[in-house]
């Protein structure tokens, strides 16, 4: 995945209020000590209502 890529959660994430399925922007890569990503998610009016940093394996690249 790169920057800017749009993810979709695989698992629910309850602390977060954040659904399995739930749609994400890619805002900041880690690369150490393993591969992570900072995810943005918002609301319908495009405000941000949880950024999260994910393994790779918590999110799959979303088609749209």
């Known amino acids: 995945m790169e920057l800017y890529d749009v993810v979709e959660l695989r698992e629910a994430m ?9 749609v994400g922007t890619v805002v900041h890569i880690f690369s150490s000590p393993s591969t ?25 690249h979303h088609d749209g």
Request: no cysteine.
């Open 36 to 60: 992570a990503y900072e995810v943005e998610f918002a609301d319908a009016d495009g405000r941000t209502v949880a950024m999260v940093t994910l393994r790779a394996d918590q999110v799959i």
């Open 14 to 22: 309850p602390a977060e209020q954040l659904p399995a399925g739930a």
